[in-house]
């Protein structure tokens, strides 16, 4: 069996660990930091042919560096795409993924349930360049769907599982409309990361991660990544070498680090979640909790179809409204109050007064997000301590 076969062969997590940079003179087991903004050329020619790019290599960091490369290379082999750029942020991927496909005129569908920051940038900013808009909610039909795709439609985005509520969309459905149309299905894939899902297997053609969640998992570094064909990539990477969001070859370092854990960790962290989903499903005080791997979930036979297993994110309503949940949020003793997630620490966010609170409270409602809903992401602690710390600050003995 030769070099290639065995390439084809290996399983995720081994492409996780083993998809390295060439090695250098040194002979290095684990990849160095190429901390340089720019490369040198061997002469004039080699410069010249370098920028006539006609030939494969690091000129500037802006482009490309070894780093970056890297990490790159490992989430293609995850997602089993073609080719990706790597963004110095999650919504600097969302925003150039837009910005380079996307022309004055033109026209997206998107899932209400996205992100606060994916809301404001098709609410506030893409209108500036004329690129409008329309939403279509979870439960809507494949054919309420595609009533709103028009001439002008060049693209359907979605989340799947959603934040904060972590709702699930049929992305096979997506992939079907987007393929009829002959329009761009573009995936945030980031709650899941690519160990539990890859939407390019339903037909996306792209996808896209905040590699800030669990990509790093330890809540150090802030990066985003767009993942697809060779063609579509080549126009992302052709506009944001020019507009300069480009990923830090130390945070691409820190991250290709952090993916050779990826698979036991996100192991652990749906372990601990579909415990805490149990737990809150029988308190008297919690008035309702979703998890895509609860039987209860309103998609959980969707989940199982298109997911290993149910991520890292549990949300859930404390009965008492607003006053409860403040309440809940300020008697929190072990786990953190903070927006992030993925992290190897649990962490309780309140989404309607942070994560999502640009959007106005008839927006909230339309996405199911109350006042009193609790997004926990739920980290690698104990279970019995991630337990303990939410049941007394429900008010348990």
Same mark, same amino acid.
């Given at each position: ?42 002469? /004039? ?6 920028? !006539? ?5 690091? &000129? ?44 004055? #005129?033109?026209? $997206? ?12 940038? %098709? ?21 309420? &769907? ?14 799947? @599982?959603?934040? @904060?509520?972590?709702? &699930? $969309? ?6 079907? $409309? ?18 539990? +899902? ?19 998992? +330890?809540?150090?570094?802030?990066? #985003? ?10 126009? &992302? ?8 969001? /480009? ?28 415990? %805490?989903? =149990?737990?809150?499903?029988?308190? @008297? ?15 959980? =036979?969707? !989940? =199982?179809? +298109? ?15 607003? =006053? ?8 929190? *003793? ?10 190897? *620490? ?52």
């Amino acid at each position: 069996m030769d070099k290639i076969q065995i390439m084809k062969k290996r399983e995720f997590e081994t492409n996780a660990i083993r998809t390295q940079m060439e090695r250098s003179s040194f002979l290095e087991h684990s990849s160095p930091v190429y901390l340089t903004s720019s490369f040198v050329f061997e002469d /004039a020619e080699d410069m010249r042919a370098s920028f !006539a790019e006609e030939k494969d290599r690091n &000129i500037y960091s802006r482009y490309s560096n070894p780093n970056s490369s890297e990490f790159i290379e490992r989430v293609c082999k995850m997602e089993g795409a073609e080719d990706g750029f790597a963004f110095a942020s999650g919504m600097a991927a969302v925003f150039n993924t837009f910005a380079a496909l996307l022309e004055s #005129g033109d026209h $997206l569908v998107s899932s209400r349930n996205i992100f606060g920051s994916t809301h404001s940038l %098709l609410t506030q900013f893409l209108p500036k360049w004329k690129i409008s808009h329309d939403y279509f909610g979870i439960t809507a039909t494949e054919e309420e &769907i595609e009533a709103l795709i028009r001439p002008e439609t060049k693209m359907i985005y979605a989340e799947s @599982p959603t934040n @904060p509520g972590v709702d &699930i $969309l049929d992305l096979q459905l997506l992939g079907k $409309l987007a393929k009829k149309h002959g329009i761009l299905l573009v995936v945030d894939n980031c709650f899941a990361s690519p160990y539990l +899902q890859q939407p390019l297997k339903f037909g996306a053609d792209l996808v896209i991660h905040s590699g800030t969640k669990l990509m790093d998992g +330890q809540g150090r570094v802030l990066a #985003g990544i767009t993942v697809g064909s060779h063609e579509l990539i080549d126009k &992302i990477y052709r506009f944001s070498r020019i507009t300069g969001p /480009a990923l830090s070859p130390f945070n691409a370092w820190i991250l290709s680090r952090s993916l050779e854990t990826l698979a036991v960790r996100v192991d652990r962290h749906c372990e601990n979640a579909l415990a %805490l989903a =149990k737990f809150l499903e029988k308190h @008297p005080k919690i008035k309702r909790v979703k998890y895509p791997f609860l039987p209860s979930h309103p998609q959980y =036979k969707l !989940a =199982k179809k +298109q997911m290993k297993a149910g991520g890292c994110v549990v949300a859930f309503e404390v009965e008492g409204g607003l =006053k409860a949940g403040r309440r809940f949020f300020d008697a929190i *003793r072990l786990l953190s109050l903070s927006a992030n997630l993925g992290d190897t *620490r649990s962490i309780v966010t309140h989404p309607a007064s942070t994560t999502h609170s640009k959007l106005s409270p008839e927006e909230r409602q339309e996405t199911g997000i109350t006042d009193g809903l609790v997004r926990v992401s739920v980290g690698l602690e104990h279970i019995e301590d991630i337990i303990a710390d939410i049941a007394q600050a429900l008010g348990e003995e």
